[in-house]
């Protein structure tokens, strides 16, 4: 099976996780509660060993295959070439750290991957100004990819809705992190919380 035929199949288990993933993170609009219950709603899918494994294995199969189709475009003159490659080398560094801090925080740490611990990482200083670009960009680069697979799977149709998808991404990812960040209500950071950051960051001034 050829690389590109890996990365379009894989990216369907992976698509589906990330937009249930940003619905759950939306749903914090409605306070820490509503977002609680809406990851419990689809939590149990991947937090098992099946499911993670599954996940895990999709997301490592885009990453090896998405790395060969970035190698033959990184070339292009092609402005959406070159969109695909810096959105899609983005989110390869992204996978990588995100899942393995996911994996290793409720594996090894204990500590459950829900509102609080995303919340501490932008809230608590001076991470926070780290993390802010750092989701921010993650959730633009998927709307970025997303609309470059469009422009090569489907050229000259879905023009405007490719065009404004990156936009999209920008103001859905501005809105989560407003919200994790207290504009519409008090974030509380719990102690389990500051102290896994502590223990993980206390050498960049967490205290």
Known sequence: MKAKQIHRMTAIILGLFI??????????????SAHLKALGTVQWIYRNPVGESVLVLAIAAQLISGWKRLKAK??????????QVYSGLYLMFFLIIHTGAAIATHTVFGLETDFYW???S?????????????????????????????????????KAFRNIMPII???IALTIILTFTGLFYDVPITEDVLNYYRKNFGILGVE
Do not use: D, E, Q
């Open 118 to 120: 995303a919340a501490g």
């Open 74 to 83: 990184k070339r292009s003159p092609n402005k959406w070439a070159k969109a």
């Open 122 to 158: 932008m809230n608590i200083s001076p991470i926070k100004f780290v993390f802010w670009p750092y989701y921010f960009l993650a959730i633009t680069a998927v709307f970025v990819h997303f609309a470059c697979a469009l422009h090569f799977a489907w050229p000259g149709r879905f």
């Open 19 to 32: 937009i249930s993933h940003l619905i759950v993170h939306l749903f914090a609009l409605g306070g820490i």
């Open 169 to 171: 991404g920008a103001l």
